[in-house]
Nanobody
Framework: QVQLVESGGGLVQAGGSLRLSCAASARTFSGYAMAWFRQAPGKEREVVARISRSGGNTFYADSVKGRFTISRDNAKNSVYLQMNNLKPEDTAVYYC?????????????????WGQGTQVTVSS
């Protein structure tokens, strides 16, 4: 069982930065692949970035490549999303998710544990 708590969302102007954090309560945090998803009003939930259990392998959606960086600290049971050069289209609720699946999980259905979400709003 894993509980995830996100923090760090807020309102920022276009071009600004935010850093999201996700704290996990898990005995073996390093046993989970972690990801950040986002969901904008009227849209489906989409993967933003994913990181492997060791942190050595990452994936980014094309829309955020070069602007967002996912990282994790297994000693602190935490995963982060550094978001730079934010755009209005990045506005969404951002969710932290954990997966015990093998391979490279990218679909929401691959993730069994979710945080409550944190709102990110980027003004133009």
């Amino acid at each position: 069982q894993v509980q995830l708590v996100e923090s760090g969302g807020g309102l920022v102007q276009a071009g600004g930065s935010l850093r999201l954090s996700c704290a996990a309560s898990a005995r073996t945090f390093s046993g989970y692949a972690m990801a950040w998803f986002r969901q904008a009003p009227g849209k489906e939930r989409e993967v933003v970035a994913r990181i492997s259990r060791s942190g050595g392998n990452t994936f980014y959606a094309d829309s955020v490549k070069g602007r967002f960086t996912i990282s994790r600290d297994n000693a602190k049971n935490s995963v982060y999303l550094q978001m730079n050069n934010l755009k209005p289209e990045d506005t969404a609720v951002y969710y932290c998710a954990a997966s015990t699946g093998i391979g490279t999980p990218l679909r929401p259905s691959d993730y069994g544990y979710w945080g409550q979400g944190t709102q990110v709003t980027v003004s133009s």
